[in-house]
């Protein structure tokens, strides 16, 4: 069955980065991208973007666009996604999601806590 | 962008009711519509895509129809296990994928 491992809860001050890996199994790794969305607290959904992991093609939304890095290893089945510059609007439950139409395969959320 | 404006943002109802819950693009967005359900502590979950087709498994009692910029999600009659945050989440303007602010359907 398809399933995406998010690696566990971090906490960072401002400033540093942190890094968040997703591990897919249950299907051919390289034959869908991976979304990357984030929810801080009490509020809706944000996405902060994609990697097409056939190419390693990325697009990121603008918010985040220069503080952002999603990157894939295609012989682990894992995706990446890096925030640098860490303020503590980005402390929220980030989640990686199996492209389709509809996101039918989501991680188990990462909780990044963003604190001095 | 795309913006989605999605309401009420809160709704109380009771088990067998019939609830509906709207979407509203800023454009038209051509069906690429999807709905999903979240519960507290949890991922959220897919209940439908391309505004009415059912992901796999999901209850029959969850309907979704819509077109060009108006959509909207029916849950024909409420079980205590649908109690949770519904979102609504463009992916025709991509690659911007909108979601909207949220319902949160609580017992009445």
New interface residues.
């Given amino acids: 069955q398809v399933q995406l491992v998010q690696s566990g809860a971090e906490v960072k001050k401002p400033g540093a980065s942190v890094k968040i890996s997703c591990k897919a199994s249950g299907y051919t790794f390289s034959s869908y991208a991976i979304h990357w969305v984030r929810q801080a607290p009490g509020q809706t959904l944000e996405w902060l973007g994609k990697i097409t992991v056939g190419n390693g093609y990325t697009d990121y939304s603008q918010k985040v666009q220069g503080r952002v890095t999603i990157t894939s290893d295609t012989s682990a089945s894992t995706a990446y996604m890096e925030l640098s510059s860490l303020r503590s609007e980005d402390t929220a439950v980030y989640y990686c999601a199996r492209d389709d139409s509809g996101w039918s395969f989501w991680g188990q959320g990462t909780l990044v806590t963003v604190s001095s | 962008d795309v913006q989605m404006t999605q309401s009420p943002s809160s709704l109380s109802a009771s088990v067998g009711d019939r609830v509906t819950i709207t979407c509203r693009a800023s454009q038209d967005i051509r069906n690429s519509l ?1 709905w ?1 359900q979240q519960k507290p502590g ?5 209940l ?3 505004a009415s ?1 059912l ?2 498994g999901v209850p029959s009692r969850f309907s979704g129809i819509g077109s060009g910029t108006d959509y909207t999600l029916t849950i024909s009659s409420l079980q205590p296990e649908d109690f949770a945050t519904y ?1 609504c ?1 463009q ?1 025709y303007n ?9 319902t949160k359907l609580e017992i009445k």
């Fill in positions: 999807a999903y949890k991922a959220p979950k897919l439908l895509y391309a087709r992901d796999v979102y989440q992916y991509t690659p911007m994928y909108i979601f909207g602010q949220g």
